[in-house]
């Protein structure tokens, strides 16, 4: 009876997520905290700004259909609860350990290198040459596997914009977001430099992927909390590779076998044609007959 009923789940499982099979294919990306970099114009609301241009990206991705974004308020969560970030900036590999805990292909981290607001002379408009201001912004970006913390893009968003007849003193006291912020000089730079960064990223959605294949081999031995394995380094397998642990459960209603993971497993040492692995943890003992699926990332 357990068997019929796992098998049932399983086949539940598989119905439901072979559906949407067109979904399961676009990357699911996680856009992390825009983080301030050696900036020289100080009085403006930087902590304001910051998570403005940060909401303003995920925005941006969102609206494309090729590409799955994680919500901010689960990424705020998780940078609480585990306390990620604390000592400074978040590296690749930080990065990837917050990947890892929020399920996604990939990261996109960024730095506001440059905002620069400062007086424009000589701006030429028909036959007047007038006084104004020009807004330069700049923001670095970077694209991090969240399975092996690699960088796998890296890149520098632009905008610049000039308006004349206004003063720096024009722009004090504006609020992010608002009609008047995003009208002005240093709004319009802010969307020019957030609509290059993120077609960075657009450009090529399939960059974001972890492309990984399995290798299936089927336990043959079993020695204490070793397993041997009918595959090898001919087919691919390297020490320290990844896996699961796989039952082939009878569904007898249908006639066929699901697979059932119950079980982490890791490559310790690789022959030509088989493998011994570790056994990490198994929700039941392993037999002899059982597969091991190993995760082999492009």
């Not at 090729?66 to 970030?85: A, H, K, M, P, S």
């Not at 981290?109 to 002379?121: H, I, K, P, R």
């Not at 390297?238 to 059932?260: A, F, H």
């Amino acid at each position: 009876m357990k068997r019929k009923i796992m098998g049932m789940i399983c086949l539940l499982m598989m119905v439901l997520t072979s559906f949407p099979l067109m979904a399961s294919e676009k990357p699911l990306v996680a856009v992390l905290p825009v983080e301030e970099g050696d900036l020289s114009w100080k009085w403006f609301r930087s902590r304001e700004v910051l998570n403005g241009i940060t909401q303003m990206i995920t925005d941006r991705l969102v609206q494309e259909s090729n590409i799955r974004v994680i919500e901010r308020t689960r990424i705020d969560e998780i940078l609480r609860e585990q306390d990620f970030g604390s000592s400074g900036r978040v590296d690749p590999v930080t990065a990837a350990q917050i990947g890892k805990v929020l399920g996604v292909d990939a990261l996109i981290l960024s730095t506001l290198t440059t905002l620069n607001v400062g007086e424009a002379g000589g701006i030429t408009i028909g036959p007047l040459t007038l006084k104004g201001v020009k807004a330069e912004v700049i923001i670095t970006g970077r694209v991090v596997d969240a399975t092996t913390a690699e960088i796998k893009d890296s890149f520098e968003a632009h905008g610049e914009e000039m308006e004349a007849s206004i003063n720096i003193t024009d722009l004090q006291g504006l609020s992010f977001g608002t009609s008047s912020f995003n009208s002005s000089v240093l709004g319009k730079s802010i969307q020019e430099a957030v609509e290059n960064f993120t077609q960075n990223i657009i450009s090529n959605p399939d960059r974001l992927l972890t492309h990984k294949t399995e290798l299936r081999g089927k336990i043959v031995k079993i020695l204490g909390n070793k397993l041997i394995v009918d595959i090898g380094s001919k087919s691919g397998v390297k020490e320290r590779m990844t896996g699961k642990l796989i039952r082939m459960v009878e569904i007898e209603e249908l006639q066929q076998y699901v697979s059932v993971p119950i079980g982490e497993v890791q490559v310790y040492s690789v022959n030509p044609d088989t493998c011994i692995l570790d056994l990490i943890q198994a929700e039941e003992a392993p037999m002899e007959g059982d597969y091991i699926d190993l995760i082999s990332i492009k």
